[in-house]
């Protein structure tokens, strides 16, 4: 079924080709033999003059020519002709195509027309080549039409082309239709050469090498220019065709170039000293025939036998090296390009010859040798890619088998790096300690084999740490006991990786017991001695130095006396003793290779091109997926990041920055949720978090959790952290006091001045206790860790001064008129007057506030809501500080009088309503009230 398919469509491909064919040819038909609907004046006889051209001579006598023609006039000297115009003049133009010649018309003796190039062109003895036009009246009839040509060159010294008379539009329409197809040739080979040109650099960028076909390109751009400069139209086509007649010329000269560069690229330079001398002569042909045109001294036109010359030599002599090369080339490409070269040189042969014998030729048989030329090196040029596709698909099957011979190395590399591409501060440490443990084995005598193997098995050591979450491996604070026993498992877990990979001896044991001491206290399995196996004995001792050589997130690197000291103190515990004294006579002689630990790329360690290339690409997808988690880990309220990674990041900036560490604590955000709800609490938070985050362009800020916020400002001393804490707490205060629902908010922060040296959870500690000092006495400011006094922080927790109590339940209560309670609050003080009443007989009143809306009034939401603000405000101002106030529905208040005068309630009410209408200009609400008193009935 397949290949009747494939029959049917190979029927139908053929069955179009056909009918494109059949089209063409029955086009080309018509126009060769089909009738011509063309006007009938536009043919030659109806613009082309058939009368009588006389010429007169120098010397007086007169002379009947034909034109066109050539006749014996000397260089400069100027030739005449004369024609009589008819007494029935009906033609409005008279024409001649100058040679390089200056004409001048004149009807009778008056001058009608005349051109010349001496004051416009730049160098150069002659005008350029155009059609001139002379325009005749009915008034010239019978009139003498005289004709001046002059020229200052030999080769076109008595040039007569025909003269053509008739209407302008009618004679250029002769032109063009004579003419136009030679015009659109050059175009044509003109565009086939920039897009050969721009073809080859394409696959130059592509294949990284550089095509023939590119020089066959230029080739064809000059020889357009060349056909263009020689094109009957050119007036039409260019504004100054005098540049455009010299650079016909100009591509003639250097024409030998591009073909020198096309023939020695062919060859693969094997006469490139020959092609150098070739095109260094006609460089200087060039540079002579042009200093012979500017000077005035001699045309392009005159020069040009030693320019056609030169042409003919090159190609003669290239065509006999390619008749050689070819000769010994198996390519069939190779071969075609011969016979497409050939017919390329008898078509520029003919052109170049016809120069001196017709004057009317003008590059068709360039063109068509070029299309020719350009064809065959297609062919040779898809050929030629078909190779280099060929030769890269080879070399892609070794260099695949290449890699696949290294996969396995790679592999060990790719896994060891996914694993430290967990923690940055353990990027490397695989390469690391596998060095040092080579540089042991080699001391205890290995062979370089079981070094090797050593080392490959080394790079696993820490696999199982892909098995414990992120959080405990960058934690900056002390473990807990569950989260040490958990980061433990980590050599199980590799052990359990690992235990069937046969390719690398000893990596299971190694990844179990390099944790294992020479006493019997390690982990898993509490093995002593020589029961650890040595490898991982050796890995014991080269993990732990690099662990205490290089920095972490939790402190810097180590001095190196305080490294040499453990492992001196450790021998015998936890390291092997032989081992221990090997690597400290490394230490010792600086035997060890140095990294610099304040880098933190892979290129540092002199990894293998592709092993870098992994481990960079590893590398950069974890920290990808690191910074997506880290997103994830900013809060969206306050949009600063979150407890894990506010904790990270602050702990790494404290290694490599001094500064203060600042606990803020927000009071009072519980009692700001339940009165006003938790939209007022977020809208205080968010007024902090924006306030933190103007701090922390420098530093960083983070907030643990609820009300708790954690700061780190680095480079200050305390002098401008406390101008700095003082502007916090005042903006804080400016925007709790204008949003009446936050005006119970205030911070609360302690302090702790730390420096490089000093622990994250240390300091950590210390501001928490800074903060907890403030807590106990009243809040509302700051205070630094290091300004406490040490036995009032000891005493601080029992036996506290009564009055300073008192002070603080004082200054955390304050608040301004009525105590203003949520619904809650306020039953349970209901509750507890009512109790009052009964036990103390004294006398308690509940009032209620209503606002309600006039008839025929919709007031917004907004409306609403200003308004109840208004009346809070005003019930809390003019009632007493033992009232009791909260707001119960969406249009109520209830407020509980404690002992008042009943008669002076009207009064109370009355002064409440009077605030309200001054501070609302709301006409939309009416204010009402009614009250009753507490008895204890209604308990």
Known sequence: MKEKTETFNQGKRYFFYILMFAILGWFIFMQIFGANERSSDTSAASVIYSGTVTWQKPDGTTQEISVPGTYKVPVGDTMVLTIQLPDDLTDTCFAIRSSLQDVDFYVGDNLRTSYSTHKTRLVGKNSASRYVFCPVYASDAGKELRIELTTYTSNYTGVVNPVYCGNKADIWIYIFSRYGLETYIAFFILFAGIVTILFSFALRLVYHTRFDTEYLGWCMVMGAVWMLGESKLRQFLVPNASALGSLCFVMILLCPLPILFFADSLQKGLHHRFYVCLGSIAMINFAVCTILTAAGIADYIETMPVSHGILAITVATIFVHLFQYIRTEKNKADRLLLIGLLAAILCIAVETTSVYFVTLMSGLFVGAGMLILLFVNIVRAIKNVQDIELKRQQSEIRKNQEQNEKMSLQMIQTLSTTIEAKDAYTRGHSYRVAQYAALIAEELGWTPEEILNLKRATHLHDIGKIGIPDPFLNKPAQLTDDEYNLIKKHTVIGAEILKDITLIPHAAEIARSHHERYDGKGYPDGLAGTEIPIHARIVAVADCYDAMNSRRIYRNALPPEVVYEEFRKNRGTQFDPEITDIFL????????????????????????????????????????????????????????????????????????????????????????NDIYGHKAGDRALKCLGKLLQKRADQGISCRLGGDEFLMFLPDTDPDSLSLQMDDLFQKFHTITTDDPELRFATLSAGLCLCSTDDSFEDCYSKADKALYYVKQNGKNQFFFYQQIDRSTLAASGSGKDLALVAESLQKSGIYVGALDLNYRDFARQYEYMSQLVTRSQCRCYLAMITIETLVDTVPDIDSIEQALEYMEQAIRQNIRRVDICTRYSSLQYLIILFEPDETHIPDIIERIFTQYYRQCDSNDFQPSYEYLEISPQEL
């Not at 990894?607 to 988690?629: C, N, R």
């Not at 979150?642 to 990041?649: D, H, P, S, V």
């Open 585 to 672: 006579k490394l230490l010792k002689e600086k035997r060890l290779p140095q990294w610099d630990p304040s880098q933190e790329e892979a290129d540092t360690y002199n990894l293998p091109d592709m092993q870098l290339t992994v481990s960079k690409f590893i590398s950069d997808i974890m920290a990808t997926i690191k910074s997506q988690e880290d997103a994830k880990s900013y809060d969206f309220l306050t949009g600063l990041p979150m407890r894990n990674l506010g904790e990270r990041l602050t702990a790494e900036f404290m290694q490599t920055h001094d500064g203060c560490l600042v606990f803020l604590d927000m009071d009072n955000l519980k009692k700001i």
